[in-house]
C-alpha cells in the first residue's frame, strides 16, 4: 500500500561558523514532497562568507528512513553554489543518519557523511569524511531551532585544529 505524500514549505536561515573564523550563511526556501518512507526536496537560496563572496545555493535533498518512525535514514544532499569567487557543486551522502525523538518538542540527531566537492574554477575535486550532530527544538507550532556541531575531515582525525571544527545554527520556519 503506497504511502501518502504531503507538500511541504518552508524557509531556513543557516549559519555555519568553523573554529578557525570562518563561515557561510545561508537563507532561503525549500519545497519538499514528503511520506512516510523519506523526502524529496529543493532548495533555493542565497549565501555569503561575509568576507569576500556571494553566492546563488540551489540544493537537491533526499531521504529515504529505513523504519516507519524515520529513526534511522540515510540521504543525500546536491550543493551547487553560483558564487562571485566560489562555484561549485558539493555532494553530500550518509549511509546510516539517526534522527531521534526526545519528547513532543525536541529531538536528537546525528549524520556521519562522506562529501565530494568539484570546484569549477579550479577545476579541482575534494574528498571529506565528516560527522554533524545536534539538536532541533520546536519553536511553537511551525517554526523550530537547531543547534550542532561538526566535525570535517575525519580522514585526517589526529588534526583537531579549528579548520576541522564548526557549530552550525539553522532557524526554520514552516508555512
Known amino acids: 500500500m ?24 545561508i537563507g532561503g526556501v525549500e519545497e519538499r514532497a514528503v511520506s512516510k518512507k523519506g523526502y524529496a526536496g529543493a532548495f533555493m537560496g542565497a549565501g555569503t562568507d561575509f ?3 556571494a553566492m546563488l545555493v540551489i540544493d537537491l535533498k533526499g531521504k529515504v528512513n529505513y523504519d516507519t518512525n524515520g529513526v534511522f535514514n540515510q540521504n543525500l544532499r546536491i550543493r551547487n553554489t553560483i558564487g562571485l569567487h566560489n562555484t561549485a557543486t558539493q555532494i553530500r551522502y550518509s549511509p546510516l543518519s539517526v534522527d531521534i525523538p526526545l519528547n513532543k518538542n525536541l529531538s536528537f540527531y546525528a549524520n556521519p557523511h562522506y562529501t565530494g566537492k568539484y570546484n569549477y574554477k579550479t577545476n579541482a575535486w575534494t574528498h571529506s ?10 519553536i511553537g507550532e511551525k517554526s523550530s ?5 561538526q566535525r570535517y575531515n575525519l580522514q585526517a582525525i589526529k588534526d583537531n585544529s579549528g579548520k576541522n571544527w564548526g557549530v552550525n545554527a539553522i532557524l526554520s520556519y514552516e508555512f
Do not use: H, M, R
Not at 569524511?129 to 520546536?138: D, N, P, S
Open 51 to 53: 568576507k569576500n563572496d
Open 145 to 149: 531551532l537547531s543547534l550542532e556541531i
Open 129 to 138: 569524511a565528516g560527522v554533524f550532530a545536534g539538536i532541533t527544538q520546536k
Open 2 to 25: 503506497p504511502y501518502p505524500i504531503e507538500i511541504k514549505s518552508s524557509s531556513s536561515l543557516n549559519s555555519y561558523q568553523n573554529f578557525d573564523g570562518s563561515n557561510l550563511t
